[in-house]
Every structure is written in structure tokens, then in C-alpha cells.
């Protein structure tokens, strides 16, 4: 076979068309390999648990009877936020990911939702502000969005010390990349490049600030909005959660290594991190170990797409859902065709120094708004199968898995096992 062409068809049968790719990137540029939306690497995920409904043994609700969605993040703040469902617009940066008309129409959809918007780790849009329904601040590694003044535009500080494809690096984007308008929102001349360092400070980057430290001067910024830590999950879960705890903050984020980002090297989104649902597990065991479940808030991102999955990570602790990749598909849902053949869709929502396509804004927001309102009816109709007057009710009890070693991880029963 070497010595002719079924050589070449054996080794692209044994290499993954995606590897090839990112070979050839490599051999020709000499550089890291960047690449948007995560990783497709397989995942110990949700799909391999069902949700239980309710018919003899326990009954579902009629059609008619209401159903509580409504939680909150951060009970213990003075000024904790009231969101509408457990959902929330996870972050994805103006300028280092997305275009203004994408982040205005994110925040029109979450305005009409009444669910909070997060800004990522791009410079305060005082117009996406006033469009959104609650607005979540992020506050890290970078200089800009400093100012008291935009501090206190925020419902909540969520302190981002890495997320789920880019757990906790470093990001220098060149100047090029990032048009004169980012720039003047971050601070920055025509030459800076928009830095995002490894490590959280307060005063001097490369001098890092401990977090209680940084906790501490938000709340004395704010008047008594939640403080939240969101990172990346990794196999130190619990080591990286009791900082969290002796940080004092009231809301704890955690990215699975589902996570994407608008480019991330490929090295740090596919072999770096722990899955959703491990991570979820874990945080939820470790919390209520330190006698701290009741303490904090626990949000959950990276990988989540639709109602079933969001009602069973709530089902397993979390107290609300993160939705960053699923939103922006539906921001271009309606608007695709304007891009395709000779643009990829990202096109449409992806901030471009010299973009190309413009995003229709108020068709975007409204493809958004329909989505979370499918979820919305969907994760209803769920609830009164399961017999449940409110979400808060849900329970591992509410779970099955179809496969053994996810029972053993979820600590849920196996659906090959009988009960009773």
C-alpha cells in the first residue's frame, strides 16, 4: 500500500479531517493554532441522564396550573438579583468577540426576557446598559471598566478569573485586531495592545491582588450588589472553591471545559478542564461538605443548549445556567443565508476590525428573545410532568442515568436498576 495512492486514502481515514487541518495550520504559519466555539471533543455530558415525569406512583400538574421559574443570584447581598427563569447571557466580550449590533441585540433579548446579560471582558457599552434586564459587570485581568462610575452601573460584579476554553491564561490580542472605537472605550492608545494578564490585580498588572482582597474593594465600590468568582473547571475544583469561600463572594461561576470563546488555542479548549457535570458534582458535594451550600449561589456554563439540559443540571445543584454559543447561533438564526456560501456565520455576530456583514439588530434580538421564550414554555411543560409548581423544587430525585458510570458520577440511580 505505501507505494501507492491508498496510502493517502489510509492515513486521512486515520486522522480526523479537523487534525489535518490544524497540521497543515501549524507547518505553514509556525504559530498557535486559534480556533472559535470550543471544543468538539466527545464529554462526559447530560445526554446520558432523563428526567423522571410523574403519571401514578406521583402525579403530573394539569395544563393549567401555574409555574413558578423566577430565582435569585446572591440572597445573601443586600441588592441580590431577581431574574425571571434560571437562565442568564453568559459573557462574550464587545470587541474581543462580538460586534455592538450583537451585544445590543443580546441585550433587547434579555431586557424582554427578564433575564441578566454579562458583559465579558470587553469595555462597558452604557447603551447595551440601558437595554438589558439585569446587567452583569465582569471585572478582572484587564484595565479597563475600573471607573467607580461604570462599577456602579452594574447589578452584579462577576470577578472572571478564566472560563471553560480558556482556563486562567494570558490573552495579548495585537493592536490591529481591535478597531480605534474598542480601544478608546478600554483606555488605550492606537498602539496598545488590549491585554488580558494571568493573574487578578488591583493597582499594577503582573502584581497579583488575592481575591478577598479583590472582593473586598467591589463591595466597598458598590452599593451591596452580589460579588461573584467565575473560572474555568479543573481537577483542583475544590482547592480553587474554598478560595472562593474564604473570599466571602456571594455567587460562584463555573465554566465546564464545554465552554467556547470567540478563539481560544486549541490546546488550552480540547486536553484542558473538567466537563460540566463533573464539575457541577463536584461543587455541590464540596459545598455542602463545608457546611456552605446555603451560602453561595452556584451558576453553571459551558455545553448547554436546550431546556432538558438546564432543567437537569438544576435538578443536580445548580442554581442557574449560563448560555453563550447556543445565544449567538440564535442571534443569526433568521440571517445565515446573508453570510453562506462565501462567509462563515460568525461573520454575522464576530467583531471584525474590517467586518463585512452587518447584523440586522432588532431581527437578532428578536430571534433571541423567541428562543428563550421556547425554553421558557418548554422547561413549563417539563416541570408539570414532573409534578412541580416551581423550578426551585427540582432534585437529583427529579434524575435516572442510562448508563452505570454516570450514576456513579451524578449519584443519581441507574435506569437499568429497579427502585424500591
Not at 470567540?262 to 463536584?282: E, K, M, W, Y
Not at 440571517?335 to 467586518?355: C, E, G, K, M, N
Request: aromatic share 6%; net charge negative; hydrophobic share 45%.
Amino acid at each position: 500500500m505505501s507505494d501507492t495512492l491508498a496510502e493517502l486514502y489510509l492515513s486521512v481515514k486515520s486522522t480526523p479531517p479537523a487534525d489535518f487541518l490544524y497540521s497543515s495550520l501549524r507547518s505553514q504559519s509556525g504559530q498557535v493554532v486559534i480556533r472559535p466555539m470550543g471544543s468538539a471533543r466527545p464529554a462526559h455530558g447530560f445526554d446520558d441522564l432523563a428526567l423522571v415525569p410523574a403519571q401514578l406512583a406521583d402525579t403530573p400538574l394539569n395544563e393549567t396550573e401555574p409555574v413558578d421559574l423566577t430565582a435569585v443570584f446572591g440572597g445573601r447581598a443586600k441588592k441580590p438579583v431577581h431574574t425571571a427563569m434560571p437562565l442568564y447571557l453568559s459573557g462574550m466580550a464587545y470587541g474581543l468577540a462580538l460586534t455592538q449590533d450583537a451585544r445590543l441585540a443580546l441585550a433587547m433579548a434579555s431586557g424582554r426576557a427578564g433575564i441578566p446579560l454579562n458583559s465579558g471582558q470587553g469595555p462597558f457599552l452604557a447603551a447595551e446598559r440601558e437595554r438589558c434586564s439585569t446587567f452583569v459587570l465582569q471585572f478582572g485581568r484587564w484595565v479597563w471598566n475600573r471607573d467607580p462610575k461604570i462599577l456602579r452601573q452594574a447589578d452584579m460584579i462577576e470577578v472572571q478569573v478564566g472560563q471553560g476554553a480558556m482556563p486562567g491564561n494570558a490573552v495579548v490580542a495585537t493592536p490591529g485586531e481591535v478597531g480605534p472605537d474598542i480601544k478608546r472605550l478600554m483606555g488605550l492608545g492606537p498602539s496598545d495592545p488590549p491585554t488580558i494578564h494571568a493573574n487578578l490585580f488591583l493597582k499594577t498588572p503582573g502584581e497579583p491582588t488575592p481575591l478577598k482582597e479583590v472582593v473586598q474593594f467591589l463591595r466597598g465600590e458598590t452599593d451591596g450588589v452580589p460579588v461573584a468568582l467565575k473560572m474555568g473547571a479543573g481537577q483542583r475544583l475544590e482547592a480553587d472553591l474554598d478560595v472562593c469561600l474564604e473570599a466571602d463572594v456571594d455567587v460562584i461561576v463555573i465554566d465546564g471545559t464545554e465552554g467556547a470563546t470567540g478563539n481560544a488555542p486549541i490546546t488550552l479548549s480540547d486536553h484542558f478542564g473538567i466537563t460540566s457535570l463533573q464539575a457541577l458534582v463536584r461543587a455541590v458535594a464540596h459545598l455542602e461538605r463545608r457546611g456552605r451550600r446555603r451560602d453561595v449561589t452556584l451558576l453553571l456554563s459551558g455545553g448547554f443548549r436546550e431546556p432538558g439540559d438546564f432543567l437537569k443540571a438544576l435538578a443536580l445543584g445548580a442554581d442557574g445556567i449560563g448560555l453563550a454559543t447556543i445565544a449567538m447561533f440564535a442571534l443569526a438564526h433568521r440571517q445565515i443565508s446573508d453570510a453562506i456560501p462565501f462567509h462563515p456565520p460568525t461573520d454575522l455576530v464576530f467583531y471584525r476590525a474590517d467586518p463585512k456583514i452587518p447584523l440586522k439588530r432588532d431581527q437578532a434580538a428578536l430571534s433571541l428573545t423567541n428562543f428563550l421564550e421556547s425554553c421558557r414554555a418548554e422547561m413549563v411543560i417539563a416541570l408539570r410532568t414532573m409534578g412541580h409548581r416551581r423550578i426551585a423544587d427540582l432534585s437529583p430525585r427529579d434524575l435516572c442515568a442510562l448508563d452505570p458510570e454516570i450514576a456513579r458520577l451524578a449519584r443519581v440511580p441507574y435506569a437499568g436498576d429497579p427502585v424500591g
